[in-house]
């Protein structure tokens, strides 16, 4: 069955305390992977796609790599405006459908 | 920035009534898709639309329909609002051919009473 399961559910972190989310997945033929971040009340925001294992994507503090596997999301020196959601989401399966995972709670206490 | 639009932000209405929630993108963005968030939980795809005339379920869809008269527009429906449907709803779009990222509208939050 494919699958998507984000870990830790919930991260609370001190303002500069580097740490990574991870994303596990289960799903034949990968087409994309996606993360997502998303503000209380609001929709997703789009970051980052990854599409081959070893890929990896920087934005600002926030970098994403990919496994065959999973992928993680590294946030390096987090400020309390980083506190959020972050969703992620695969592309693919035999139904060729997009998939998300319950997301990881992020909370950077100043 | 990605333009998607979302009316009425947020809604509250008795059981039984029909009720239309809005959506519209002015990128010219062929695909669109409909969600339903529940707090803590993971995005549920309730319909999807790959252009005009063409509209598909998804896994949550038996309660709902939608149309897709107009490349811009995808209206979710629902004939019977039941307090189940209390939720948040959210609609997306996708540009491109091969790359699946979505743009996601600000969402719709609906309580059913």
């Known amino acids: 069955e494919d699958q998507v399961t984000q870990s830790p559910e919930a991260l609370r972190l001190q303002e500069g305390e580097s740490s990574s989310l991870n994303c596990s997945y289960t799903v034949s033929g990968l087409r994309g992977l996606f993360w997502y971040r998303q503000d209380p009340g609001k929709g997703p925001e789009f970051l980052f796609t990854l599409y081959s294992a070893g890929e990896e994507k920087e934005k600002e503090r926030l970098k994403a790599t990919l496994t065959k596997k999973e992928s993680f999301l590294h946030i390096t020196a987090p400020k309390p405006e980083d506190s959020a959601t972050y969703l992620c989401?695969?592309?693919?399966?035999?139904?060729?459908?997009?998939?998300f995972g319950k997301g990881t709670r992020l909370h950077i206490l100043p | 920035e990605a333009d998607i639009y979302q009316t009425p932000r947020y809604l509250v209405i008795g059981t039984g009534k029909k009720i239309t929630l809005e959506c519209s993108q002015t990128?010219?963005?062929?695909?669109m898709y409909w969600y339903q968030q529940d707090p803590g939980m993971e995005l549920h795809l309730i319909h999807y639309?790959?252009?005009?005339?063409?509209?598909e379920k998804g896994d949550l869809s038996s309660e709902s329909t939608v149309s897709r008269i107009r490349t811009e527009h995808f209206p979710l429906t629902l004939e019977s609002a039941r307090p189940s449907h209390t939720s948040q709803y959210l609609c997306?779009?996708?540009?491109?051919?091969?790359?699946?990222?979505?743009?996601f509208g600000p969402g719709t939050r609906l309580t059913v009473t």
């Open positions: 639309s790959y252009g005009v005339n063409s509209t």
């Open positions: 990128m010219g963005h062929d695909k």
């Open positions: 989401a695969v592309h693919g399966g035999r139904d060729d459908k997009i998939i």
């Open positions: 997306a779009s996708i540009g491109g051919l091969i790359s699946y990222e979505q743009y």
